[in-house]
């Protein structure tokens, strides 16, 4: 299986560049992992947001093909421990998908398109991060679970 998180934007913060590095890193000794940025909507302020979510729905759908499982990060979604990520991840594989694509969206949230294109929804927290952040925290909770499936000591309860 390959795991891709595909997101709104740029990352502009170096320090949250070298953390998702660092991360993506040490994942790939686990599984094929990609992370793909989809570019930001230019001259939004003459946009309204629903008009801005179905653009930033398209280019997300742009990356997207037939067969792939689609969790959407969103407030509104299922929370999980760590460990509860892990063995969410580890259904996944054992199902024999292809490719579970995690996609952070923009500002706004997702196009009515792209949640009805998805599988599920993941809350990464009741609190509310920066989307830059968003990332790096995807990516680290990624490599957490393959450690946990691995029984390696980077976890502890």
């Known amino acids: 299986m390959k795991i891709v998180v595909l997101a709104v934007g740029q990352i502009k913060t170096d320090y949250i560049s070298r953390g998702i590095e660092i991360y993506k890193r040490r994942l790939e000794h686990y599984v094929d992992f990609e992370l793909i940025d989809v570019p930001d909507i230019k001259n939004t302020k003459s946009l309204?947001?629903?008009r801005q979510?179905?653009?930033?729905?398209?280019?997300?759908a742009k990356v997207l093909s037939a067969g792939?499982?689609?969790?959407?990060?969103?407030e509104h979604g299922k929370e999980y421990t760590s460990r509860e990520f892990s063995e969410m991840i580890s259904k996944r594989m054992l199902s024999g998908i292809k490719r579970l694509v995690l996609v952070i969206g923009g500002p706004y949230g997702f196009s009515d398109?792209?949640?009805?294109?998805a599988t599920g929804k993941v809350s990464l927290s009741k609190l509310t991060?920066?989307?830059?952040?968003a990332r790096l925290i995807v990516v680290e909770?990624?490599?957490r679970?393959?450690?946990?499936l691995k029984g390696e000591p980077y976890h502890h309860d």
């Open 145 to 148: 679970a393959f450690t946990i």
């Open 68 to 74: 792939d499982v689609i969790l959407l990060m969103d």
């Open 141 to 143: 909770q990624l490599y």
């Open 129 to 133: 991060f920066p989307h830059e952040m």
């Open 113 to 117: 398109d792209t949640y009805n294109r």
């Open 53 to 60: 979510k179905e653009l930033e729905g398209e280019a997300i």
């Open 48 to 50: 309204t947001q629903q």
